[in-house]
């Protein structure tokens, strides 16, 4: 007979329950007021006595580790979802704008963390860790379907996101910022390289071409496609006469 799972402790729920809350509601006052935001302050903002804040994060600096680390979590669970559900390059892209829209929010905090040369520290620098192996893994798939250049790499991802979320916060029209974030993004898609078409030709066309010019043979503008008849080479009478005297001339 099988024995039936041993619930845990009233005390040990109570407390996960108490530093989830406290977690959260850092989160938010981090974003709104700033890293110099005090732990009484988030106390108080959480409804619970200093004490539960201290005894989870003994010091604010813990505190911001563990906030941007759950951050950090939650961006590498995203970043499997969109691997699982997208194609490649819908996947990395589609990523890469929700991280900087999530990030923009938490700029103070990231600023705080940059300036201190101290970080980052064990439970950050583990979180930093599966964040660039989820970037990694997305980035490769990307590559292999050939719709990312071929020179990114994830350090330049990383500093992508870092900055499309500092302008994002910055900029005072949230649409424009977001737009701007865009071109950004679109600026790592590869190119498809085609072969250049000359704008003139040196010469007047061939008389015995077998395939239709598709360009204007004086101006180079586009010619319209006749079904029947005489293919034109020319896309106006004025540009007709203007190569006419040209070869009179020569």
């Not at 974003?31 to 604010?60: C, D, N």
């Not at 977001?178 to 008389?207: H, I, M, Q, Y």
Request: glycine share 8%; aromatic share 4%.
């Amino acid at each position: 007979m099988t024995a039936a799972p041993v619930a845990a402790p009233a005390g040990r729920a109570d407390a996960r329950r108490n530093r989830e809350l406290v977690l959260r509601t850092a989160m938010r006052v981090f974003a709104e007021e700033g890293p110099g935001v005090s732990l009484g302050r988030i106390a108080q903002r959480a409804e619970v006595g200093a004490g539960t804040v201290y005894r989870h994060f003994p010091s604010k600096d813990i505190l911001l580790e563990a906030v941007l680390a759950e951050h950090l979590g939650a961006l590498v669970a995203a970043a499997d979802r969109w691997r699982a559900r997208a194609a490649p390059g819908d996947a990395l892209f589609g990523f890469l704008l929700e991280v900087i829209e999530k990030s923009a929010g938490r700029q103070h905090v990231c600023d705080a963390l940059t300036d201190d040369r101290s970080w980052p520290r064990a439970v950050l620098a583990a979180a930093v860790g599966r964040f660039h192996e989820a970037l990694e893994r997305l980035l490769h798939d990307a590559r292999r379907a050939g719709v990312v250049r071929a020179d990114v790499r994830v350090d330049d991802l990383s500093a992508l996101a870092v900055g499309g979320a500092a302008l994002l916060a910055a900029h005072r029209d949230q649409a424009r910022g977001a737009r701007l974030v865009r071109l950004l993004v679109d600026g790592l898609r590869a190119r498809t390289v085609t072969k250049p078409e000359s704008f003139r030709d040196s010469a007047s066309p061939s008389r015995h071409e077998t395939s239709a010019p598709r360009h204007c043979g004086e101006c180079g503008a586009p010619l319209p496609e006749r079904a029947t008849g005489r293919p034109p080479r020319y896309c106006s009478s004025t540009c007709r006469q203007r190569a006419h005297r040209r070869r009179l001339a020569g």
